[in-house]
C-alpha cells in the first residue's frame, strides 16, 4: 500500500509542472504583448498619440512683429510702429488655483519653488504697477477671457510671462504711427485696421514693413496650469525693414504750404509741386493739397487720399513745347536761331491755329516761339517732321510711359499712335493738347533736357534698412540717352532766353540763372459731358541754369478767375528759393543767356 501510495504521488507532479509551464507562458506572451504596445506607442508612437497629446497641452502665444518704420532722406520718422501687449487671464483657471510651481535660481541652480495665488497676484501687481486688490479682482472670477491690462511696453510683458502663473496669457498688437500728421500724408499712406497697407507707400511696400510674426509655446497640465519643466519655446518676431525715401520732409511740408495757399487763393480744385534732383532723379518733394493725415484719413474725401503728382494724367499744354524743340533740333529741322514768319492766324490742312495773344506777321526765332509760348510757330516748326516723328519724339520723353515709383495708381497718360491722330491732333500734340500726362512724367522729360539729354528713371525710395541697421541701396532703373548733350544745351538756353528775353519773366530769381516754361490747357468736364471746365494751369523751371541741379513745377487744376491773370511764378520763384538754400546752391556765376526772341 505504501509503495503504491507514493508511486501515484509521483504520477501528479509533471501535471502541476505543466500547469506552472502553461501559467508562467501565458503572463509572458501578456507581458509581450503589453510591452509590444508600450514600444509602439511611446517607441514608434505609430498613431502619433504621444504627439498629439503634447499637442493638445501646448498653448502657443503670438509675438508681433514690429512694423518697418517710413523716414526721409534724413532719418525723419514718417511713420513707425509700437508694439504692445494686453495682458489676459482665463478667471476659471487662477481662480482655483491655490498654488503652482515655477522654476527660480536658488543659490545658483534652478528649483521647483512652490509660490501661493496670493504671492502671484502680489507680484503680477508689481510688475503691471497696479493695485493688488484691484489685480485680484481682475483674475477673479468664471470669465475665460478678461483683460488684466493693456498697452504694455514688451519688457513689461517679459516679465508677466517670466512669472509663469496659472490663467495669465498675453496678446500682442502694435500701433501705427505718423508723427508729421500730413506731411507726404499721401505719398506714406495708411493701414485698414491697423495692420495691412491700404494707401500709399503702406500698401505697396507692405510685404517689406511687415515682418513676420514670432511665437511663443509652453507646456499646460490637464488642469490648465504650466508645466514648469515642460516645453517652452520662443520663436522670436522678424521685425519688418524701414522702408527710407529721396523725400526732404522740410521741403515737404513747405510745399504742401505754399500750394495749398496758392489753391485756397485762386479757388482751385486741387494743386500739385513736385521737386526733383536733376543729377540723381531723386524726389524731394511731391505736395498735394488737401493732403491726408494717415492718424486719420477720413477726414478728407477719399479723392484727396492719394498723391495726384502720379495718379493725374491731364493735357499739359505748352509745356510740350521744348520737347518738340528738342526734336527738331536733333532731326536737324531745325536750330534755336532759325527764323520763322509767323502770320497773325495759321490755317495748315484746313484747320486754323491763333496764339494767346494778338499779333500780326512776325518774323521769330524758333528761341522766340517758345520763349512767347506761340501755338502758330510751333506748329510751323513741328511740320517740319512727319506724324510718326512727332509721335515717337514725345514717346522718347517718356509720355505714355508710367514712371513707375513705388506708388499705387500711377497714371501712364494717353499717347495715342499717330496712325489714330485726326487732322488736328497731329497738330495739337505739338502744344500739350490731345496728349495727357502726369505732372512727374513732365518733370522726368525735363530733367532729361537738364541732364545733358539723359533720363533717369524718377526715384521716391533710397533704400530699404534692415533691424540690424544694415541698408540696402534701391538701385536705379537704367539710364537712356533721349537726345545728345548738345540738343539738351540748345533747349536749355531757350528756356533761359524765356526767363531773360521772353514771357516768363515771373520765374527769375535774384543771384540764380534761371530756365522755365507755363502751360495753360483746357479741362475736360469731370461729368464725362462734352466741352470744357476750366483750365490747367503750370509753370516748369530749372536752375541754375549754369550747372542746373533741381527742377520745381508748380500744377493748378481749374483755378477761378481770368486765366490771363493767374500766375504760378510767385509760388515757383518761393519754392525754388527754399530748395537752393537747404541744399546749400551756390549763385550762378556769369552772365544769362538771352538769345533773340525776334529775326533781324
Same mark, same amino acid.
Given at each position: 500500500?505504501?509503495?503504491?501510495?507514493?508511486?501515484?504521488?509521483?504520477?501528479?507532479?509533471?501535471?502541476?509542472?505543466?500547469?506552472?509551464?502553461?501559467?508562467?507562458?501565458?503572463?509572458?506572451?501578456?507581458?509581450?504583448?503589453?510591452?509590444?504596445?508600450?514600444?509602439?506607442?511611446?517607441?514608434?508612437?505609430?498613431?502619433?498619440?504621444?504627439?498629439?497629446?503634447?499637442?493638445?497641452?501646448?498653448?502657443?502665444?503670438?509675438?508681433?512683429?514690429?512694423?518697418?518704420?517710413?523716414?526721409?532722406?534724413?532719418?525723419?520718422?514718417?511713420?513707425? +510702429?509700437?508694439?504692445?501687449?494686453?495682458?489676459?487671464?482665463?478667471?476659471?483657471?487662477?481662480?482655483?488655483?491655490?498654488?503652482?510651481?515655477?522654476?527660480?535660481?536658488?543659490?545658483?541652480?534652478?528649483?521647483?519653488?512652490?509660490?501661493?495665488?496670493?504671492?502671484?497676484?502680489?507680484?503680477?501687481?508689481?510688475?503691471?504697477?497696479?493695485?493688488?486688490?484691484?489685480?485680484?479682482?481682475?483674475?477673479?472670477?468664471?470669465?475665460?477671457?478678461?483683460?488684466?491690462?493693456?498697452?504694455?511696453?514688451?519688457?513689461?510683458?517679459?516679465?508677466?510671462?517670466?512669472?509663469?502663473?496659472?490663467?495669465?496669457?498675453?496678446?500682442?498688437?502694435?500701433?501705427?504711427?505718423?508723427?508729421?500728421?500730413?506731411?507726404?500724408?499721401?505719398?506714406?499712406?495708411?493701414?485698414?485696421?491697423?495692420?495691412? !497697407?491700404?494707401?500709399?507707400?503702406?500698401?505697396?511696400?507692405?510685404?517689406?514693413?511687415?515682418?513676420?510674426?514670432?511665437?511663443?509655446?509652453?507646456?499646460?497640465?490637464?488642469?490648465?496650469?504650466?508645466?514648469?519643466?515642460?516645453?517652452?519655446?520662443?520663436?522670436?518676431?522678424?521685425?519688418?525693414?524701414?522702408?527710407?525715401?529721396?523725400?526732404?520732409?522740410?521741403?515737404?511740408?513747405?510745399?504742401?504750404?505754399?500750394?495749398?495757399?496758392?489753391?485756397?487763393?485762386?479757388?482751385?480744385?486741387?494743386?500739385?509741386?513736385?521737386?526733383?534732383?536733376?543729377?540723381?532723379?531723386?524726389?524731394?518733394?511731391?505736395?498735394?493739397?488737401?493732403?491726408?493725415?494717415?492718424?486719420?484719413?477720413?477726414?478728407?474725401?477719399?479723392?484727396?487720399?492719394?498723391?495726384?503728382?502720379?495718379?493725374?494724367?491731364?493735357?499739359?499744354?505748352?509745356?510740350?513745347? %521744348?520737347?518738340?524743340?528738342?526734336?527738331?533740333?536733333?532731326?536737324?529741322?531745325?536750330?534755336?536761331?532759325?527764323?520763322?514768319?509767323?502770320?497773325?492766324?495759321?490755317?495748315?490742312?484746313?484747320?486754323?491755329?491763333?496764339?494767346?495773344?494778338?499779333? !500780326?506777321?512776325?518774323?521769330?526765332?524758333?528761341?522766340?516761339?517758345?520763349?512767347? +509760348?506761340?501755338?502758330?510757330?510751333?506748329?510751323?516748326?513741328?511740320?517740319?517732321?512727319?506724324?510718326?516723328?512727332?509721335?515717337?519724339?514725345?514717346?522718347?520723353?517718356?509720355?505714355?510711359?508710367?514712371?513707375?515709383?513705388?506708388?499705387?495708381?500711377?497714371?501712364?497718360?494717353?499717347?495715342?499712335?499717330?496712325?489714330?491722330?485726326?487732322?488736328?491732333?497731329?497738330?495739337?500734340?505739338?502744344?500739350?493738347?490731345?496728349? +495727357?500726362?502726369?505732372?512727374?512724367?513732365?518733370?522726368?522729360?525735363?530733367?532729361?533736357?537738364?541732364?545733358?539729354?539723359?533720363?533717369?528713371?524718377?526715384?521716391?525710395?533710397?533704400?530699404?534698412?534692415?533691424?540690424?541697421?544694415?541698408?540696402? $541701396?534701391? %538701385?536705379?532703373?537704367? +539710364?537712356?540717352?533721349?537726345?545728345?548733350?548738345?540738343?539738351?544745351?540748345?533747349?536749355?538756353?531757350?528756356?533761359?532766353?524765356?526767363?531773360?528775353?521772353?514771357?516768363? $519773366?515771373?520765374?527769375?530769381?535774384?543771384?540764380?540763372?534761371?530756365?522755365?516754361?507755363?502751360?495753360?490747357?483746357?479741362?475736360?468736364?469731370?461729368?464725362?459731358?462734352?466741352?470744357?471746365?476750366?483750365?490747367?494751369?503750370?509753370?516748369?523751371?530749372?536752375?541754375?541754369?549754369?550747372?542746373?541741379?533741381?527742377?520745381?513745377?508748380?500744377?493748378?487744376?481749374? %483755378?477761378?478767375?481770368?486765366?490771363?491773370?493767374?500766375?504760378?511764378?510767385?509760388?515757383?520763384?518761393?519754392?525754388?528759393?527754399?530748395?537752393?538754400?537747404?541744399?546749400?546752391?551756390?549763385?550762378?556765376?556769369?552772365?544769362?543767356?538771352?538769345?533773340?526772341?525776334?529775326?533781324?
Amino acid at each position: 500500500m505504501i509503495v503504491a501510495q507514493g508511486k501515484a504521488s509521483r504520477q501528479k507532479v509533471p501535471n502541476a509542472t505543466k500547469r506552472l509551464r502553461l501559467g508562467l507562458s501565458i503572463m509572458l506572451a501578456l507581458l509581450v504583448v503589453v510591452g509590444g504596445k508600450l514600444f509602439l506607442v511611446q517607441g514608434l508612437d505609430v498613431g502619433g498619440m504621444a504627439e498629439a497629446a503634447l499637442d493638445n497641452r501646448l498653448r502657443p502665444t503670438v509675438l508681433p512683429a514690429e512694423r518697418g518704420s517710413i523716414v526721409d532722406a534724413n532719418g525723419t520718422v514718417l511713420a513707425n +510702429s509700437v508694439i504692445r501687449y494686453n495682458i489676459t487671464v482665463d478667471q476659471a483657471v487662477n481662480t482655483k488655483t491655490e498654488s503652482f510651481k515655477r522654476l527660480e535660481n536658488v543659490n545658483g541652480e534652478e528649483e521647483l519653488v512652490t509660490i501661493s495665488r496670493d504671492q502671484g497676484i502680489s507680484e503680477l501687481a508689481a510688475v503691471l504697477g497696479m493695485n493688488a486688490d484691484d489685480v485680484r479682482n481682475a483674475v477673479t472670477g468664471k470669465k475665460t477671457y478678461y483683460i488684466v491690462a493693456k498697452d504694455l511696453k514688451p519688457d513689461v510683458e517679459d516679465r508677466v510671462s517670466k512669472l509663469q502663473i496659472p490663467g495669465i496669457f498675453s496678446e500682442g498688437t502694435s500701433k501705427r504711427v505718423y508723427p508729421n500728421g500730413s506731411v507726404a500724408g499721401g505719398i506714406v499712406g495708411f493701414l485698414e485696421n491697423g495692420d495691412k !497697407g491700404q494707401a500709399g507707400l503702406e500698401q505697396t511696400q507692405d510685404g517689406i514693413l511687415r515682418g513676420t510674426p514670432g511665437k511663443r509655446l509652453f507646456e499646460i497640465g490637464a488642469d490648465g496650469l504650466r508645466i514648469p519643466v515642460g516645453v517652452d519655446q520662443l520663436t522670436p518676431a522678424q521685425d519688418g525693414k524701414d522702408v527710407k525715401l529721396t523725400l526732404n520732409s522740410d521741403i515737404q511740408y513747405f510745399a504742401q504750404q505754399a500750394i495749398q495757399s496758392q489753391a485756397d487763393k485762386l479757388s482751385a480744385e486741387w494743386g500739385v509741386i513736385i521737386v526733383s534732383d536733376i543729377k540723381t532723379g531723386n524726389l524731394i518733394a511731391m505736395a498735394d493739397t488737401n493732403a491726408p493725415d494717415p492718424n486719420d484719413p477720413g477726414k478728407v474725401a477719399a479723392k484727396d487720399r492719394g498723391v495726384r503728382a502720379v495718379t493725374a494724367a491731364y493735357e499739359p499744354g505748352s509745356v510740350e513745347k %521744348p520737347l518738340v524743340a528738342s526734336a527738331l533740333i536733333q532731326e536737324g529741322k531745325s536750330s534755336p536761331l532759325d527764323t520763322f514768319t509767323i502770320p497773325p492766324s495759321l490755317v495748315i490742312d484746313g484747320q486754323q491755329f491763333d496764339d494767346a495773344f494778338s499779333h !500780326g506777321t512776325e518774323r521769330r526765332t524758333l528761341a522766340g516761339i517758345i520763349g512767347y +509760348s506761340m501755338n502758330t510757330g510751333t506748329v510751323m516748326a513741328g511740320s517740319r517732321m512727319t506724324k510718326d516723328q512727332r509721335h515717337d519724339w514725345l514717346q522718347k520723353f517718356g509720355i505714355g510711359e508710367t514712371p513707375e515709383i513705388g506708388l499705387p495708381a500711377e497714371a501712364k497718360g494717353i499717347l495715342t499712335p499717330a496712325a489714330q491722330w485726326d487732322d488736328r491732333q497731329q497738330y495739337t500734340v505739338l502744344f500739350g493738347q490731345g496728349v +495727357s500726362q502726369s505732372t512727374l512724367q513732365t518733370v522726368r522729360a525735363y530733367q532729361t533736357i537738364a541732364n545733358d539729354g539723359v533720363m533717369l528713371q524718377p526715384r521716391l525710395i533710397d533704400s530699404y534698412i534692415s533691424p540690424d541697421g544694415s541698408e540696402e $541701396k534701391v %538701385p536705379a532703373k537704367p +539710364s537712356r540717352q533721349v537726345v545728345s548733350k548738345n540738343t539738351a544745351k540748345q533747349v536749355r538756353d531757350m528756356l533761359e532766353s524765356a526767363v531773360t528775353e521772353g514771357e516768363i $519773366k515771373e520765374a527769375a530769381l535774384d543771384g540764380y540763372r534761371v530756365g522755365a516754361k507755363t502751360g495753360t490747357s483746357e479741362s475736360p468736364c469731370d461729368d464725362g459731358t462734352a466741352g470744357f471746365c476750366g483750365y490747367t494751369a503750370s509753370i516748369l523751371g530749372m536752375a541754375p541754369m549754369d550747372d542746373p541741379r533741381f527742377i520745381v513745377e508748380v500744377v493748378l487744376q481749374r %483755378p477761378k478767375g481770368s486765366i490771363y491773370g493767374i500766375t504760378n511764378g510767385p509760388v515757383f520763384r518761393s519754392v525754388m528759393s527754399q530748395v537752393l538754400r537747404t541744399y546749400n546752391v551756390p549763385p550762378s556765376k556769369g552772365a544769362p543767356v538771352r538769345l533773340p526772341q525776334y529775326a533781324k
